[in-house]
């Protein structure tokens, strides 16, 4: 299989990248393998060869691919770092596929010069979270990056433990951040800035030269990673998910998660929940992370200034968020409801639920899931036998019963049913919920890859009931929640 690759930074110079080859592992085996992102871009069924294992391993070069390490810079939990760059990430390039075009990178290849002190390298147990929660966003509607396979090896990696080290090839369109655009800002390399920006538009949004005053199209820029941010947030809160390290290194310039490591979709629902116990001022904390977004955000427009040429215009840009994130979190909570018209009340209703599940720790994914199906079945059933199931989540249901009344108010004159469907479309039964993933690390450990290949199945279809899999959507055991998930995770 050829694949025509091209350098992702074909049009600028070496200031922005170091080319280096990756680094060989031992023994290498397949992990997992996305055969329906494969599919979707065409590829032939047995194309999971021992070339591409050699290929996506490290072991081997695809002819025509120059494989690189891009330089970056960022905050990371609020303190500005300075330089970084791709530490573990090497970029074999980029192709074209029915999807679009595509870059490819290999996480965990090996040292670069960004390394740092580290040693390039992932281990199994990151790179297996990291494989099934960015195909778990993507089977959610999310903007993610996505994985396309997962390779072992048998050689060690010392982290809090001695590991084995795995490589995951992970897929976008682009994987430039926040912070690529911070570091050629903060070193006053302006003329650089400018050409990557100006690359930024004509490869992701060439909509962008429409516009033809250099500070407005920048600044339209600005306006529209503004907009793709918001909706990004917008869909994590509305599903549970937490990041958990989103500096402005993490963030894509695309609107994408990027960067699974201490990542945690919330089992009960607690807005201050901390998913990484390297987070001590939980900075990141799942209710925070509307507001952090808008700070990484001020930042990317601090670093957009010298281009955009005029203050006011920059905060113009970025003030948006304010009234747009509400309002798509709103929507995003009203669909959840079952309420595709917009009401003057929504918010509230929204808020006092929202209060209602915090005060108990509701499981989130369950509430959501039984709220659905109880509305399917209203008409059938009528409100206290169908409700009755998501009455038995709460240990004191009083806040539920005193808020129920209000909500079927709300439904008044819907057809409940086909509201009930809608629901059922737009609240998951499967997340990846951290015992899950530490379940399926335990395995892979052993040589049993099955739960791993289980999981990428039912998170790649999570609306669906998937009766084989029942076990998988239950509520999480009491030890999971002893886990600890670090950056290193």
């Not at 990151?126 to 195909?135: A, V």
């Not at 469907?421 to 993933?437: C, D, E, I, S, W």
Request: a negative charge.
């Amino acid at each position: 299989m050829t694949l025509g690759w091209r350098h992702p930074f074909d049009a600028l110079g070496t200031e922005f990248y170091s080319s280096v080859n990756p680094t060989a592992l031992s023994n290498v085996h397949w992990v997992a393998k996305n055969h329906a992102l494969a599919r979707a871009w065409g590829w032939p069924d047995d194309a999971f060869d021992d070339h591409l294992l050699n290929v996506l391993s490290g072991n081997a070069v695809a002819k025509g691919s120059q494989p690189c390490a891009s330089v970056y810079s960022g905050h990371q939990f609020g303190v500005w770092a300075g330089q970084l760059g791709d530490g573990r990430a090497l970029s074999l390039g980029v192709i074209d596929t029915p999807l679009g075009a595509q870059e490819i990178q290999l996480k965990g290849a090996g040292k670069t010069p960004y390394s740092r002190m580290g040693d390039g390298r992932a281990v199994l147990r990151s790179s297996i979270r990291e494989f099934l929660c960015s195909e778990a966003m993507h089977g959610l509607r999310i903007p993610t990056t996505r994985a396309l396979a997962l390779v072992g090896s048998p050689d060690r990696v010392l982290r809090e433990d001695i590991e084995t080290a795995a490589v995951v090839t992970r897929v976008a369109p682009s994987f430039l951040r926040f912070g690529h655009l911070q570091h050629f800002a903060a070193n006053g390399e302006i003329k650089a800035l400018k050409s990557l920006v100006d690359f930024l538009i004509d490869t992701q949004f060439p909509h962008l030269n429409q516009v033809e005053d250099g500070p407005s199209r920048y600044t339209a820029l600005l306006a529209d990673i503004t907009r793709l941010t918001a909706v990004m947030l917008a869909k994590w809160q509305a599903v549970g998910f937490c990041h958990g390290v989103m500096n402005t290194d993490n963030m894509s310039l695309l609107g994408l998660t990027i960067d699974y490591g201490p990542f945690q979709f919330l089992d009960g629902f607690d807005p201050a929940h901390i998913c990484n116990h390297s987070d001590h001022q939980g900075r990141y904390a799942y209710a925070r992370q509307p507001q952090i977004a808008y700070w990484n955000l001020f930042c990317l427009g601090q670093a957009l200034l010298p281009l955009i040429e005029d203050q006011d215009k920059a905060l113009q840009a970025l003030e948006t968020y304010q009234s747009l994130y509400p309002a798509l979190a709103d929507r995003e909570f009203a669909v959840k409801l079952g309420l595709t018209l917009a009401g003057a009340d929504d918010h509230v209703l929204i808020e006092s639920l929202l209060k209602v599940l915090a005060t108990e720790k509701t499981d989130f994914t369950i509430f959501w899931r039984r709220l659905s199906h109880a509305v399917a079945h209203l008409q059938s059933l009528g409100p206290t036998k169908a409700f009755e199931p998501v009455k038995d989540l709460f240990i004191d249901g009083t806040a539920w019963l005193a808020w129920l009344p209000r909500y079927l108010h709300r439904l008044e004159g819907t057809d409940t049913e086909q509201a009930g469907l809608l629901m059922l479309a737009t609240n998951p039964k499967y997340v990846l919920r951290n015992h899950l993933g530490e379940e399926a690390i335990a395995q892979a450990k052993i040589g049993n890859f099955a739960l791993v290949d289980d999981l990428l199945q039912v998170l790649s279809s999570p609306f669906d009931e998937h009766p084989r899999f029942e076990h998988l959507a239950g509520f999480a055991p009491d030890w999971a929640s002893s886990i600890s998930i670090s950056c290193s995770s």
